[in-house]
């Protein structure tokens, strides 16, 4: 073998080494590099969807599912006679936990800030309409008489208990997914996740140390149709609208959100609201209360909360609130920005 071989065959060897180290490199950090895992499950009446990425993502996403199927059966659910809020409608009231209090005490405070346009004690008169299953328009005379058994200014809540009418039927159908976007986010935190979104429904949570696109849904069209973009960091995105659960009758059109003085679905000339907040019950509750306050008043109340605003009405005007001014693009030329 010349010189020549034996440099050829040092050069080998060391290129060898070097493709090994390459390799080891390659297999050692994608073991360590965060790993991404989405997951569809369904929970609160709706389909909930995680995209996890970090360390454990598998696991942490499992956990998840866990947290927000069982907060709805024990803790929020109607319909799961066993739920703390079902044992709750049966007596009356009864004794409550700390979060039950927050949640109770927050939504309160919506309701008084909104001036009942939000009320949660309206389970009877929602479940009247029937638009958990067979939904029509109900008998006047029933109307009347259940909405004489609503009314938020009846709840006495005091530090681990609360106390309301027996025909009460207290209702977080309209922040039970805020509240489990809450839940999930005091997970994650004591996981190491490096970023996560997870919707719950219309309920948004978005997580990690970065701009988030976010769609706001075309009231017209289908689920995957967007009138507009929003560019925001991290939050909880919460939109209510009239398309989202309704039903039609004699010609008419009649959807989920009700105003509590009339029992029946609101009418503000708004088709859809999305209220940005860093608190999820917040946002949740928020669009609810401004789709039934209308475009005006409602921007009034978010922004008494801090939270930031996009509404929808009937003539496909969009308003928004002046922190998201920078941060909204309209993708839909049917659509056009408040003057
Ligand atoms: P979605 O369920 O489509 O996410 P919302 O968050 O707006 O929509 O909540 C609507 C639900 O809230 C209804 O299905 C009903 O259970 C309840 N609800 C209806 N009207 C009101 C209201 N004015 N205040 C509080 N809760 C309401
Ligand atoms: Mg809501």
């Known amino acids: ?30 073991f360590f590099m965060p790993r991404t895992t989405e997951k569809n499950f369904f929970a609160m009446n709706t389909v909930c969807n995680v995209k996890i990425t970090g360390k454990d993502s598998k696991t942490v996403a499992q956990e998840l599912e866990k947290t927000v199927v069982g907060l709805d059966e024990n803790v929020l659910s109607r319909q799961n006679e066993n739920s703390i809020t079902a044992r709750l409608n049966l007596n009356g009231g009864g004794e409550i936990d700390e979060k039950l209090n927050e949640y109770f005490s927050v939504l309160l405070d919506v309701c008084q800030k ?15 309409w029937g638009f958990g299953g067979e939904a029509a ?3 006047p005379y029933a109307l009347y008489n259940e909405l004489g058994h609503t009314g938020y200014e009846n709840i006495a809540l005091s530090a681990n208990s609360v106390t309301f009418e027996d025909e009460f039927a207290v209702d977080f159908g309209a922040a039970g997914k805020g509240i489990a976007l809450d839940s999930i986010r005091e997970n994650l935190g004591k996981s190491e996740t490096k970023e996560a979104v997870v919707s719950v429904g219309g309920s948004i949570l978005l997580y990690g140390d970065k701009d988030f696109s976010v769609g706001i849904r075309n009231p017209e069209g289908n689920a995957g149709s967007y009138v507009a ?17 309704f039903f039609e009758q004699d010609g008419k059109q009649y959807h989920h959100i009700i105003d509590p003085e009339t029992g029946y679905p609101a009418k503000s000339g708004v088709v859809s609201v ?5 608190s999820g019950i917040l946002s ?13 008043k ?6 008494e909360y801090g939270c930031e605003t996009v509404f929808i009405d009937e003539n496909k005007t969009v308003y928004v609130s002046d922190g998201l001014r920078d941060r909204i693009e309209i993708t839909d030329k049917a659509y056009t920005f408040s003057e």
Not at 1 to 15: E, H, N, Q, R, W
Not at 298 to 303: C, D, E, I, N, Y
């Open 229 to 245: 973009i929003l560019n925001i960091p991290e939050g909880c995105v919460s939109t209510s609208g009239s398309y989202e659960r």
């Open 274 to 278: 999305t209220v940005v907040s860093q």
């Open 137 to 139: 328009v109900p008998n």
């Open 1 to 30: 073998m010349g010189k020549g071989g034996l440099v050829s065959a040092k050069k080998k060897i060391a290129m060898l080494a070097a493709l090994s180290v390459a390799v080891i490199t390659v297999i050692v950090s994608a």
């Open 298 to 303: 409602g921007m009034v109340l978010a922004k």
């Open 284 to 296: 949740d509750a928020l669009s609810t209360a401004c789709f039934v306050l209308g475009t005006e």
């Open 114 to 128: 909104s001036g009942g346009s939000f009320d949660f004690t309206l389970g009877k008169v929602s479940d009247l």
